[in-house]
C-alpha cells in the first residue's frame, strides 16, 4: 500500500516538474520582438491568425500589434513624432492616405526585397518605401434580391429610385471613404465633384468609418448599393458558394485602383528581421490569405487565384493618374471640408464610437516633406 502511494507520489511530482519545464520553455521561445502597427481590421478579419504564427515560430519572434480603430486613427499615430523608433513595421496603410498624408517619409525600402514579383499597377511609391499587399478597383456593389437592373454609371446613380439606398465610406476616417472622394475628383474635376456628390445626397443611405461596417450594412439589407471593392461578391462565394445575392456593376466612367501596403518604420532597430517579415509577407502562400481573409486581390503577381476571382474581368481603366499627387495635398483639406458640411450629419456611429473631426487635419499636422 505504502508502495503504491509512493508510487503515485512520484508521478505526480514528475508530471509538475514536466509542466513546470515546459512554462519555462514557453516564457522564452521568443528571442526578438517587432512591433507593428495596424488596423483593428488585421485581427477581426482573421488575416493576423492565418499568417502570424508561422513566422514567430519560425524566427522565434513575437510579434506585438498596436491597433487603431481606423486608417485615420493609424495615420495619427505613425505621423506623431513621439512615436518615432516605438515600432518596426506599419500594415494597412492605403494609397489615398499614403499621398494625401505623405506617410512614406516615415519608412525605408527593404534591403532585398524583389520587386518583380509585384503586379506592377500595384506600386505607388516607385521608391518602395510602402511595398502594395493588397488591391481592389473600386465599383457599385448591390443586392440582386433587391435590384435587377443595377445603375451602369453615375448619372444613372442619381435617379430618385434609388433614394437612400448607397452605403459610402467616410474619407476622413476610411482608405476606402478616401479613395471614393478621389475617384470622384479625377472624374470630374475640382469643382465638378461637388455637384456628383450634392446630386447624389438624397441617394445616400449612411456613410460608414470603416469598409466592413458598410458591408455589413449591405449584407443586412438596410440598404441595396454600396460603393465598394468589386472583388467583394466573388469573396462572398468563396466563403459561401450559394450566396449568389450581391454582384459588381463597374460604372462606365472607369475606375479607381484601392492598394493598402506594409512598411518598414525608418526609426525600427531592427532592420534584418523586418526585411524577413516583409519577404515573408509577400510570399505567394502567405499571399493567398488576402483573398481569404481581406477580400481583395494579392499584389504577387505569381500567387493562383480561386475560381470566382479568377472569373473577375481585368480592370485596366483605373483613373488614378488622372489626378496628381500635388494636386491631392494641396486640396485635401478642402476637399474633406466639403466632404464634412455635405455628409457629417450622416456618419454612422458605432457604440463607444467618437465622431471623427476635420480639426485631426490641421495644416500643421499634415507632413509637408516628400
Keep these: 500500500m505504502k508502495s503504491w502511494k509512493l508510487s503515485l507520489l512520484l508521478a505526480l511530482l514528475l508530471l509538475f516538474s514536466c509542466g513546470q519545464e515546459k512554462n519555462k520553455q514557453g516564457n522564452t521561445h521568443y528571442k526578438h520582438k517587432l512591433v507593428v502597427y495596424t488596423t483593428d481590421e488585421f485581427r477581426k478579419s482573421g488575416f493576423e491568425h492565418s499568417i502570424v504564427p508561422d513566422f514567430q515560430n519560425k524566427h522565434k519572434c513575437q510579434l506585438e500589434f498596436v491597433l487603431f480603430r481606423n486608417t485615420a486613427e493609424l495615420c495619427k499615430a505613425i505621423k506623431d513624432k513621439a512615436n518615432y523608433g516605438k515600432y518596426d513595421l506599419a500594415i494597412g496603410i492605403d494609397n489615398s492616405f499614403a499621398v494625401s498624408e505623405t506617410l512614406a517619409v516615415n519608412f525605408v525600402p527593404p534591403e532585398s526585397f524583389d520587386s518583380e514579383l509585384l503586379i506592377r499597377e500595384t506600386i505607388f511609391d516607385p521608391a518602395l518605401r510602402l511595398i502594395p499587399y493588397a488591391y481592389s478597383n473600386l465599383s457599385l456593389i448591390y443586392n440582386t434580391t433587391q435590384i435587377k437592373n443595377p445603375p451602369q454609371s453615375f448619372g444613372e446613380l442619381q435617379d430618385a429610385k434609388y433614394l437612400a439606398q448607397i452605403a459610402i465610406c467616410d474619407p476622413i476616417s476610411s482608405g ?27 441617394n445616400i443611405y449612411k456613410t460608414y468609418a470603416t469598409h466592413t461596417e458598410a458591408l455589413e450594412a449591405l449584407k443586412r439589407g438596410e440598404c441595396s448599393l454600396m460603393i465598394g471593392y468589386n472583388t467583394t461578391p466573388a469573396f462572398l462565394q468563396e466563403l459561401d458558394p450559394l450566396n449568389k445575392d450581391f454582384q459588381v456593376s463597374m460604372l462606365k466612367e472607369g475606375s479607381y485602383q484601392y492598394i493598402e501596403s506594409i512598411g518598414i518604420h525608418r526609426g525600427t532597430s531592427k532592420s534584418a528581421l523586418c526585411n524577413k517579415f516583409v519577404d515573408y509577407f509577400l510570399a505567394s502562400e502567405e499571399q493567398k490569405m ?12 505569381k500567387t493562383l487565384l480561386p475560381m470566382h476571382f479568377s472569373a473577375i474581368p481585368f480592370i485596366s481603366y483605373s483613373v488614378n493618374d488622372r489626378i496628381s499627387n500635388n494636386l491631392i495635398q494641396e486640396q485635401i483639406l478642402s476637399w474633406l471640408d466639403f466632404w464634412q458640411r455635405l455628409f457629417g450629419y450622416q456618419i454612422a456611429l458605432q457604440e463607444g464610437q467618437i465622431s471623427w473631426k476635420l480639426e485631426s487635419y490641421t495644416p500643421s499636422n499634415i507632413n509637408k516633406e516628400s
Design 176 to 202: 476606402l471613404g478616401r479613395s471614393t472622394l478621389f475617384w470622384s475628383v479625377a472624374l470630374f474635376g475640382s469643382e465638378g465633384y461637388e455637384y456628383l456628390w450634392k446630386s447624389l445626397r438624397k
Design 290 to 301: 488576402v483573398i481569404y481573409k481581406l477580400g481583395m486581390f494579392p499584389a504577387n503577381r
